[in-house]
């Protein structure tokens, strides 16, 4: 069931993130993971630097074992994450993926994920460039 505001507002005091984990069944044999956070996805600048974009939900730290890869781990992980995130009430996902990363980029088109906004330029003098995506949640 979706948190009342109060009980979102009180977990997200007590949780600011979770890491969820794929398991095959029966063993502890860890296959995927991920991790489901606030975050400032609009902010300029990275924390500490003050800003006033709005926390949202974001995925980020997502991967899964070479030889667990496309057998549906990846999109049951995302799709625990969209969960947690419309349990806390929220609607929508976001989530950086590298432009270059075209693989990554077909996967999250195909599980709903579209275009939010490109990091700025400079910054892809720094690092490789990413790309914002975000997906709407429909209510449950």
Not at 64 to 72: L, P
Not at 84 to 111: C, I, K, M, P, T
Request: hydrophobic share 40%; net charge neutral.
């Amino acid at each position: 069931r979706p948190l009342s505001a109060k009980e979102a507002d009180e977990e997200r005091e007590v949780r600011m993130w979770h890491c969820l984990i794929a398991e095959v069944r029966g063993t502890e044999e860890i296959v995927g993971t991920a991790t489901v956070c606030w975050y400032k996805a609009g902010a300029l600048l990275p924390p500490p630097f003050p800003t006033n974009a709005p926390d949202v939900m974001y995925v980020s730290n997502a991967a899964v074992s070479r030889e667990f890869r496309r057998q549906g781990v990846a999109s049951s992980v995302l799709r625990e994450c969209e969960r947690l995130a419309r349990r806390w009430g929220q609607s929508a996902v976001y989530l950086h993926v590298e432009d270059s990363n075209e693989g990554a980029r077909a996967f999250y088109e195909a599980n709903g994920y579209t275009l939010h906004s490109e990091e700025a330029a400079w910054r892809g003098a720094f690092q490789k460039r990413k790309l914002l995506l975000r997906k709407g949640l429909e209510t449950a």
